[in-house]
């Protein structure tokens, strides 16, 4: 990839090049989200145009919590953080989100695999959350998720 192109090209099409669907959405001149499905989940990354050695992603699952259940939630992020230390958990009680996300510091040889390794670590924190939480599916959620930014997104759930 040639180094004067938007980083969010770059990795745009270095997920193309790896098979997965991708929707880059730009909020300005440095700010871009670049959307793809691995895992069978929705991943998102963050792109700062002027900071490349900067890596963060996203992972969002749909979960209306019960007002009972936000209590264990707030615990369990807190565990989940603990136990996967990279891993950040926010919840997000008026619009039923939960998001886990990750940030690391990278140079293009290191890149590949310390992307993967994020997408690892998000995919890990969701699972221990929803397993132990036990009140939604990770499944169920993750449909619901992408469902929802593909609606938002303007696609339909047969577009790729």
Known sequence: MADDAANRDRIASWL???GHDVTVVAHN????SVCFKARGA???????EEDRALL???HGWRAPF???ARTDAMTLALEVQR???VVKVDLDWKDGYVRF???????????EGIFWRCVDLLS??????????GDTAPEEAARSFIEELERTLGRTSGER
């Open 16 to 18: 193309r090049s790896q």
């Open 29 to 32: 001149d440095r700010h871009a």
């Open 42 to 48: 929705l991943f998102t990354v963050h792109v700062d």
């Open 56 to 58: 963060s992603i996203t």
């Open 66 to 68: 019960a007002p009972r």
């Open 83 to 85: 136990r996967i230390p």
């Open 101 to 111: 996300a990750a940030e690391q510091l990278v140079v293009n040889a290191s890149f």
């Open 124 to 133: 890990q924190a969701a699972q221990m959350f929803f397993e132990t939480l």
